[in-house]
């Protein structure tokens, strides 16, 4: 037999038990199950399973919400978003075959899945699907039908991208890379998002983004870091992955006199109305507020703008007019940063030794990685795996040390890790030092603190 070395997802379901009145209408309970290939049966046994767990355990004080039940082949998940709906998710274990005494015996890794990194899977699962479809009471009542097709729409593609192997604590996280700019660069995209703003009433919210990095936003933190990993992680990559390796407009191009500006979300064609197209709504929420916006994305070089639009009728003359203003200032924008960071920001590689951090700011969603050598969750570390799993501990453990303190540990293979924490931020390093000493260790941390974090302040530990 062979050795599986990566998570699989063995199921995935929604359900809600109050949509079961009587006996013999279990299968009324389940809203959405994944995959759909499994017998109406057995899809009834693995939800009433999780129904009886649920109930069972929910007799015991719990001070968190998040919960997951441990078996030896199966790591199962729980979450509530709604009042009666659950969501569920269960993984299999990886595992390696090892012979003793001449017999095949599977050994499976435990360890390798951390509830804290799939609980918050399982969270931004949810959170997408209200991005782009509202909460699951929404609209529902009694009648099932348009819920369910709403879940199939979403989950069944949804379900298929999650990259399980490499998700970490980048997902507990699921921050935002914000992209550092001059002065100038800065004051080039707010004045276009103040002049745009002004000149389209109806535009209600704005972000701007270059390559897979956010320049600026309008929109509320917590939905901005939902759009900002959709577009990251799930819209944007295929477009992004030739321009990331390409420059600046050459300032000779004969195509100076026009503009390389398109729309991500609407009309293919502006000279045609049947190019129109489907413009995606999404769901934002602000302190005052919530509301339903049209979102438009409209692309030059390797800067994205994000127009929110609400209750506007969108027609091919008002995408035109758009396209008019927005083409030939966002690419110059776009030239002028792409050139700023070809000179000034230098691309993370896996060619040296040095120390490796992790950053996050909890008050603004900023997030910052060495040891990630993409945002693309595609599994290119700097770093081992287990020392991302010690930070995952590390993090997990923060609320026993107070507002601020540091975790220093040391690996068998020499490795430190260090996590500290203050003012809300988190901040992990990694570095390969055989012979140092705490006092070293704390040296080097404060001078990577005063070289990547510069004005970050940390308190004295």
């Excluded at 046994?45 to 919400?65: P, R």
């Excluded at 595992?95 to 435990?110: A, N, P």
Aim: with cysteine; charged share 20%.
């Amino acid at each position: 037999m062979n050795s599986r070395n990566e998570i699989e997802l063995k199921n995935f379901f929604i359900f809600n038990s109050t949509y079961c009145i009587k006996e013999g209408e279990e299968q009324n309970k389940i809203l959405f199950y994944f995959p759909p290939t499994e017998d109406l049966n057995t899809q009834i046994n693995n939800v009433g399973l999780v129904e009886a767990i649920i109930k069972f355990t929910g007799n015991f004080k719990s001070q968190c919400d998040t919960r997951s039940l441990h078996t030896l082949k199966t790591r199962q998940l729980y979450y509530q978003p709604e009042k009666n709906f659950w969501m569920t998710m269960t993984l299999n274990l990886p595992f390696k075959v090892k012979s003793k005494e001449e017999v095949e015996q599977l050994d499976y890794m435990e360890d390798e899945i951390q509830d804290e990194v799939y609980n918050a899977v399982l969270k931004q699962a949810y959170d997408l699907y209200y991005l782009f479809f509202g909460s699951f009471s929404d609209g529902s009542g009694s009648d099932t039908i348009l819920l369910k097709s709403k879940l199939m729409n979403h989950f069944s593609p949804y379900l298929k991208s999650i990259k399980l192997a490499h998700c970490d604590i980048m997902n507990i996280f699921n921050g935002i890379h914000f992209l550092p700019l001059n002065k100038q660069n800065f004051l080039n995209v707010q004045c276009f998002i103040n002049l745009l703003e002004c000149t389209y009433k109806f535009i209600k919210y704005t972000a701007v983004l270059f390559n897979d990095c956010l320049i600026w936003s309008s929109v509320e933190p917590p939905s901005m870091q939902t759009i900002y990993q959709y577009l990251t992680g799930i819209l944007l990559p295929a477009q992004m992955e030739t321009e990331i390796q390409g420059g600046s407009m050459p300032r000779n191009s004969p195509f100076t006199s026009t503009h390389f500006g398109r729309y991500v979300t609407g009309p293919s064609n502006l000279k045609s109305a049947e190019s129109l197209g489907k413009i995606p709504k999404v769901h934002l929420n602000s302190e005052k507020s919530s509301g339903t916006y049209y979102m438009i994305l409209y692309r030059a070089l390797s800067a994205t703008v994000c127009l929110f639009v609400a209750g506007e009728e969108l027609n091919l003359s008002l995408f035109r007019d758009l396209d008019e203003f927005m083409g030939p200032k966002l690419t110059t924008i776009a030239s002028d940063i792409a050139e700023y960071c070809a000179k000034h920001i230098t691309p993370i590689t896996n060619a040296d030794n040095s120390p490796r951090f992790i950053y996050f700011n909890k008050l603004n969603l900023a997030c910052k990685s060495t040891v990630h050598l993409d945002n693309r969750q595609s599994g290119n570390l700097a770093t081992g795996k287990d020392t991302i799993k010690i930070m995952v501990d590390m993090d997990d453990q923060k609320s026993l040390i107070g507002l601020s303190g540091e975790i220093i540990v040391k690996t068998m293979n020499d490795c430190w890790v260090v996590g500290r924490f203050s003012n809300s931020r988190e901040f992990y390093l990694a570095m390969q030092q055989k012979n140092a000493s705490l006092i070293e260790i704390n040296d080097e941390v404060k001078k990577v603190c005063d070289t990547e974090l510069k004005g970050i302040f940390f308190h004295p530990m």
